[in-house]
């Protein structure tokens, strides 16, 4: 079980690119979360097996068909044993 925390930049506010990655992790059977933050990024955590969550984490690379992401930072963390993914508030 891994853990890694992901803020993309770039055109990924209002393209869907919350509610897909949501919809892959569960696909995946990937946990954590993902949101909006106010300085129009947005923050991603996936928990599971190293070979699903880089899947996730390359995905957040391009994103949905409409986001055009400028940059990915990739954070590795202690995992907390996260189920299920949910789409958290703004911050």
Do not use: H, K
Request: charged share 30%.
């Amino acid at each position: 079980m891994i853990r890694r925390r992901v803020v993309i930049s770039g055109e990924v506010q209002g393209v869907y690119y919350r509610d897909t990655c949501r919809r892959l992790a569960l696909a995946a059977g990937v946990g954590g979360w993902v949101r909006n933050r106010a300085d129009r990024t947005v923050e991603a955590v996936f928990e599971g097996t190293p070979d699903r969550v880089d899947r996730l984490v390359a995905w957040t690379r391009q994103g949905p068909e409409l986001a055009i992401v400028d940059d990915v930072e990739v954070f590795d963390e202690t995992p907390e044993g996260l189920s299920g993914f949910d789409i958290r508030p703004t911050v």
